[in-house]
Every structure is written in C-alpha cells, then in structure tokens.
C-alpha cells in the first residue's frame, strides 16, 4: 500500500513556463516532507522541503505547497529550464528517521 | 565540503558471489541511511545507522544483507549469495542528528546481478 503516490509518471513543459509536480499522501499525522531531483546515474539532490506548520516554501524558482486537508503536496518550478529536465521525487519523514518516497514524475523541459 | 561518496559506482557480479559497498557520509554526519532503487520506483528504506549503533531495519533486509558502520564514520553493506533480484541501485544518505530531516545522498552503486 503506498503512502506517497505521484500520479503522473511523466510531464512535459515548454521552457519559460511553469512546471507542476503533484503528491498525495496517506497519513495525516507525516509532518515533514522533501523534494528530491535525480538525474540518471546519480544519486537524488534534496530541492526544498516543507514542514507542517507551514503552506508553502519558496526557494528561488521552486515553491512547494502544502494542502494538509487535502494531503497533497505540490512542486511548482517557474521559469522552467531545460536543465530542470529530471526525475522529481516527494518523500515523507516516517519516525523521524527515515524517507519514504512516491514513484517519480519524469520532467522534460522542451525549448 | 565534500558530499556523500560510494564505492564502486557500478559492480557486476555472478549469482551466488558476496559483494560489498562502501559509504562515506558527510563529515559530522551522525545519521546514516541505505536505500535500495530499482527501475521504475523511488527510493526504498533498507537501514540506518545513528553513530555506529543500527537502529532499523527494514523488512526488504533479508538474512542475506548485513550493513556495518564500526567506528561512526563509514558505512558498509554486504550482500551474500546475490540473486537476480537483487540488482538496482544501492543508495546512502546522511544527515546530521540536529535538524537531521533533510537527506544527502551519495551517487550510488549499481549492482548488476548475472
């Protein structure tokens, strides 16, 4: 049973526009969740984070929104670039020990 | 500031050998973390290392996996009588204990099982 679903394994988006990346998540009482990218043959970079107590974190050009009624999360990337092209991940925090991730919504920026 | 390394990057080897890893974390890092990748999916927990104590273990750890950090610094894991299955990428992370929420990692070692 997954606790953190990102539905769209895929997304395409004309450099200059926005990017959204959506997640859903299972139990109410995770309070702290991460964005990670991943190219191919690395290993993820943490993007930006979010805790709880907060609706939203903004980070240069990426902001994350947090819908706790909703458990939904979202990762807006705005100009997009085409080196934004990655795999993106959510995670949660479980036992404020370990990560548990969604399955990755590829993004391709296209010029 | 160096990040997380891991040692090898890509290890082929035959069904039924032992092979080993190796993980670096981030100086001052007390927390480390393995995770397992396979295609298609995110990241999955395996264990994780607070100083040299393991405090967790996931279920996907079988009897044949053993992971060690002996004096807090490195870490290593160990797979025994590979299988096919377990082929993927092999993930570490570190973080520091206060604020520790936000994860390293290092680029990973690929394991092809033959």
């Known amino acids: 049973d997954q606790q953190v679903k990102q539905n769209s394994p895929s997304l395409s988006v004309q450099e200059g526009r926005i990017s959204i990346l959506n997640c859903d998540y299972t139990?109410?009482?995770?309070?702290?969740f991460l964005w990670y990218k991943k190219y191919p043959a690395e290993g993820p970079t943490f993007l930006i984070s979010?805790?709880?107590?907060?609706d939203k974190n903004e980070d240069g050009r990426f902001t994350v929104f947090l819908n706790k009624s909703a458990k939904h999360l979202s990762l807006h990337i705005v100009p997009s670039q085409p080196g934004d092209s990655a795999v993106y991940f959510c995670?949660?925090?479980?036992?404020?020990?370990?990560?548990?991730f969604g399955q990755g919504t590829r993004l391709t920026i296209n010029p | 500031d160096t990040g997380v390394s891991q040692d090898p990057r890509h290890k082929i080897t035959k069904r039924g050998q032992n092979v080993t890893f190796r993980c670096d974390p981030i100086?001052?890092?007390?927390?480390l973390y393995w995770y397992r990748q396979t295609l298609g999916q995110g990241p999955e927990f395996l264990t994780y290392?607070?100083?040299?104590?393991?405090?967790?273990k996931s279920r996907l750890l079988s009897d044949r996996f053993s992971a060690e950090r002996p004096k807090g610094s490195f870490s290593t894991l160990e797979i025994q009588r590979t299988e096919q299955g377990d082929s993927a990428m092999y993930l570490c992370?570190?973080?520091?204990?206060?604020?520790?929420?936000?994860?390293?990692f290092g680029p990973g070692t690929r394991l092809l099982v033959l």
């Open positions: 290392f607070q100083n040299e104590a393991q405090l967790e």
């Open positions: 100086s001052e890092h007390n927390r």
């Open positions: 979010i805790s709880s107590i907060k």
């Open positions: 995670a949660v925090v479980q036992g404020a020990q370990k990560l548990v």
């Open positions: 992370a570190s973080s520091p204990s206060a604020g520790g929420e936000t994860q390293y």
């Open positions: 139990n109410s009482m995770f309070d702290y």
